[in-house]
């Protein structure tokens, strides 16, 4: 047994998708091993004997080389004992202890820190997902992809015993994280995932310690530009054990892990977001620099007017730059943003002057003038200005 961390062997140098793709599908983890099964477990021992003897069988057919890590979670039953026998039979089977805490993703990361192969997958210590989900998953990684994500509902309903409230709850927290992130997909809480190494070693820090590591996980995959592909997983409620997943507690959870993430997110969404952010900070520094040079300097109103838009200007191109749309300040990009400013402002007067003759009130004007220019510049800036990959 293997219950040092420290000591798992160091990780593949190569990184990246380009690292990734040039070395293909047969390239093996430090060890020589493609596929790692990590099988994170706590109070397993009813089922996880089961999980493991279909896995082997299984996965001694196929082609390439694998290995079963399972890791102990702190496990009050006999669940370490199962595992001691388990991999005295199986050659291809390990197991570590996590380290003295309980949680999910506590036992997740302690795997990440063991694993041997090129590709690693986490599976459910009581089945839930079938040794030919797991194969399927990893042909994926096999046909170049850098990811593969299982999902429980694409397609034909292929879930089993998922209780309803808890069911409409995943749809709904799982479209708002697509939506946040800016990728199609429909089960970031699902940890059935496949992942290479060099994406892996990308997402970290890992922070997550309960089932929110799914979701971390996942979203720091899409983040790093990692390519994805999708397959169906079948899912069935577990047979025997209890399951460790509280609803109304894992859903805080998921929350608290999210913001650092959609910080550097660079989806539409957040983007606009952060743009959003960025106009309100630029009016209230507008509104305090008019007022003190009114105010205590004693200028005139279009002479603080003038200073005021200059410095608001200025923070406006560093917040949109640095913070909404991530990218550097170089010339061509402050050019772009002056160009567009001064389009805005064309376009601002062009309808007030066009619905004022329509004989529209002055307050419906100002609101139809933030909805139009608001949009200009932020559709101007994502896809104009400061158009191009992030800055480092």
Request: hydrophobic share 45%; glycine share 8%; proline share 4%.
């Amino acid at each position: 047994m293997t219950t040092d961390p420290s000591a798992a062997p160091e990780p593949s140098r190569s990184s990246g998708p380009t690292a990734a793709a040039s070395n293909g599908a047969t390239r093996r983890g430090p060890e020589g091993v493609a596929l790692s099964i990590i099988i994170p477990a706590y109070n397993e021992e009813a089922v996880i004997g089961e999980t493991v003897r279909r896995l082997v069988a299984h996965f001694r057919a196929a082609p390439h080389s694998f290995e079963i890590l399972a890791v102990d979670n702190n496990s009050k039953d006999a669940t370490a004992a199962v595992l001691t026998d388990l991999a005295a039979t199986f050659p291809e089977c390990r197991w570590i202890a996590s380290p003295p805490r309980p949680g999910y993703g506590v036992a997740v990361r302690a795997g990440l820190d063991a694993y041997r192969g090129e590709a690693a997958v986490i599976v459910m210590a009581d089945g839930s997902e079938t040794p030919e989900d797991v194969a399927a998953l990893y042909r994926l990684i096999e046909n170049g992809a850098d990811c593969g994500f299982g999902t429980r509902f694409r397609g034909e309903d292929r879930t089993a015993g998922y209780p309803k409230t808890k069911l409409r709850l995943n749809r709904l927290g799982n479209r708002l994280i697509s939506t946040l992130i800016g990728y199609d997909y429909d089960d970031f809480t699902n940890g059935f995932k496949a992942y290479r190494r060099w994406v892996i070693d990308a997402m970290r820090p890992l922070r997550g310690e309960e089932f929110e590591l799914t979701v971390e996980m996942a979203m720091k995959a899409v983040a790093s530009g990692a390519s994805i592909e999708v397959a169906a997983n079948s899912w069935r409620e577990r047979d025997a054990g209890g399951s460790k997943f509280k609803v109304a507690r894992q859903s805080m959870r998921y929350l608290a892990v999210m913001p650092p993430i959609l910080r550097a997110s660079d989806s539409a969404f957040m983007a606009f977001v952060r743009f959003a952010l960025v106009g309100a900070t630029s009016s209230a520094v507008y509104l305090a620099v008019l007022s003190a040079m009114v105010e205590l300097a004693g200028a005139s109103a279009t002479l603080g007017a003038v200073v005021a838009y200059l410095v608001g200007t200025v923070v406006s191109y560093v917040g949109s730059a640095k913070f909404a749309f991530q990218r550097s300040m170089t010339r061509r990009n402050l050019a772009r943003f002056l160009a567009v400013v001064g389009a805005s402002f064309a376009l601002n007067t062009l309808i007030a002057y066009t619905l004022e003759r329509a004989g529209v009130h002055y307050l419906l004007i100002g609101a139809a003038v933030i909805l139009c220019v608001s949009a200009f510049n932020f559709l101007s800036h994502r896809f104009w200005t400061f158009r191009g990959a992030p800055a480092e």
